[in-house]
């Protein structure tokens, strides 16, 4: 009997040493227990830093080029219900918008006629409409739906790596200069870049339960190509996907009586293991430092899965031994006639994902106008050959086969790109990788970079590449292949999925790694708070920060017309009552502001003395009597690094 309570006692004594953390871990040990609350914590604050930024950004802005096109359509859907504007985006996006124009209420004239950028014009300077007040309002369903992309972010890390990889992705994800210049505008990138992001991680986590997250896969997947067409190019990746996650499920290993798979914190609830045995101590041991799991595959506690057991959420196969025990859907699968419908259910799969998109796709249009009365203000081009066939097959709305042949038009039209200094006709295929290089943070590159090469190089990640990876990268390609070089607007998926991918560095063990994660998220919250107010021209450290992007790249990368306003305070404050030479590139009316100016290039040069101000976009292009002008002034300043200041 002594024997036996005195084996207790050591056994005891054994556990309460395991459970003792070391004297340079207690700080960890601290975050461990308080976990609960700081993990949300972190997270309220991170999303909190990017609202301020973009409501800021967004009060202070004048409309940039494209948006008055877009406010006017979301009016016209809310007192017209037609699809008659802006036929080459689908309304998804503008029904978005329409929701904060319905709160600011604009007087609307139907009976205007012009082109969808006389219309935007009009409702917003020339029909007694106050622009500050209705684009805010326009903006704000643009700025909630990019912070709820943000927790879709975290959430997709979280899956892979860990809450610690969950917090590194929406740091990143929350200090990118890109995503939030765009993310306060009440335009469509973001919007689009952001339902691609959802619809492929709800594919990831469908390798646990398909037939629950494929159909809200679909409706994600929906939801981008009802944005924007140019989200055309994921629907075979993400159906391929599908398919890839439905043969997952099946081949997925029997799950222990305990689980209650899906719970809120991702993870599975196992059987509580007793103190001091083997897997309560192991797991103290190898507990990361910074609270992730150990290199086992998805950043949770070992003692949450018994061995050989799929993650809950992402269906990450972990190593045990051979068990002779299997659901009935893994009996039947391996039947003949189960294998039979093993290979039936991935095709199905990935044509559910189809038929649920194109579904939202009729709902968006249907929502606008139940009869899909379609009446363009524009006339929309044909469109022959084998393009034209395909465009006619799709199982889509007339308008949106339209809005098809208009986009094809306008990749036919022979646009000027700036690149590096240089001026061209045409598109360079380098472009987009190009302009993410200058306009993304240091930081976000090294670590997205780092990220996509662990995704594949380590096993217990490898599973996950293709859906971290493909996405974005055949988006990037399609646009590539584009003849409009204006922006990295046209790629934003790529910040928003190297923020995820880029979770995938720190490795728990090694906890260099994580020094040196820490590090670089710090250098670009720094980078990116160094930019405020002024998102829409960055450029980081490496091409001499937004003072110089306009010397790199033009049009939304730097000047989309966003600082008209500051302009005009900037001339109030500072040059009160001076000749003022105004070339202005953008959507916005001067003397809508208060700016009294005359266009230099009617005059003769000897007449133009006094200030001349200069739209960055309208720089880059400079050529003849402006570029002449610009040569003979002295510089100024600028305003906002988007509008250059002259003196002559």
Known sequence: MMAREQHLVLTRAAAEGARRPAPGHRPYAWLRRHRRWLVPLLAALLLAQMAAAMVVTAVQQTPTIDEPVYVATATDYLHEHRLRYNPEHPPLGKLLIAAGVAVADPHYDPSY??????????????????????MLWARLPVIVLTLLFGLVAFAFARDLTGTAGGLVALALYAFSPDLIAHGSLAT???????????????????????????PLAGAALGAAVATKMSA??????????AAVSVLAAHRRPASSPGDRPDTGAGRVQGTRPTAGSRTDID???????????????????????????????????????????????????????GRRRTALSAPAGAVGVAVVAVAVVWAAYLAVDPGLRFSPAEPVPALHGLRGRLVDLLPVPGAYRAGLRVQFGLEDYPWQGYLFGHLYTGSRWYYLPAALLV??????????????????????????????????GVLLGAAMTGSRDFGTRYALFVPMFLAVAAACVPRPGRRW???????LVLCTAVSSLRTFPAYLPYSNEAFGGPARTHRLLHDSNVDWGQDLGRLAD???QRYPGERVWLVYKGSGVPSYYGIQAADPRTVPPERVHGL?????????????????????????????????????
Do not use: C
């Open 612 to 648: 001349l101000v200069v739209s960055d976009s309208a720089l880059a292009k400079a050529r003849g009597r402006l570029a002449e002008l610009v040569r003979s002034s002295r510089p100024a300043g600028d305003v906002g690094h988007s509008i250059s200041l002259f003196r002559r």
């Open 570 to 572: 900037r001339l109030r």
């Open 513 to 519: 790694t994580a020094a040196a994660t820490a590090a």
């Open 188 to 214: 469509l990138d973001v919007p689009m870049a952001g339902f691609v992001l959802t619809s492929a991680w709800l594919v990831w986590r469908a390798r646990r339960r398909p037939w629950l997250y494929l």
């Open 232 to 241: 055309l190019p994921a629907v075979p990746v993400l159906m391929g996907l």
């Open 113 to 134: 006629t012009g082109t969808q950028g006389d219309v935007g014009r009009h409702l917003l300077y020339e029909s007694g409409n106050d622009p500050w007040r209705v």
């Open 283 to 337: 797991r103290r041991r190898d507990t990361h430092p910074t609270g992730a799991r150990p290199d086992t595959g998805t950043g949770r506690e070992r003692d949450t899965h018994p061995a050989g057991e799929p993650d809950a959420a992402t269906g990450l196969d972990r190593k045990a031994p051979r068990s002779g025990s299997r659901t009935a859907l893994s009996v039947l699968a391996g039947a003949p006639g």
């Open 439 to 472: 306009k993304t943070p240091l930081g976000l590159l090294a670590l997205g970079a780092a990220g996509a090469v662990a995704v594949v190089a380590l096993r217990r990640l490898r599973p996950a590449a293709p859906y971290v990876l493909l996405p974005p």
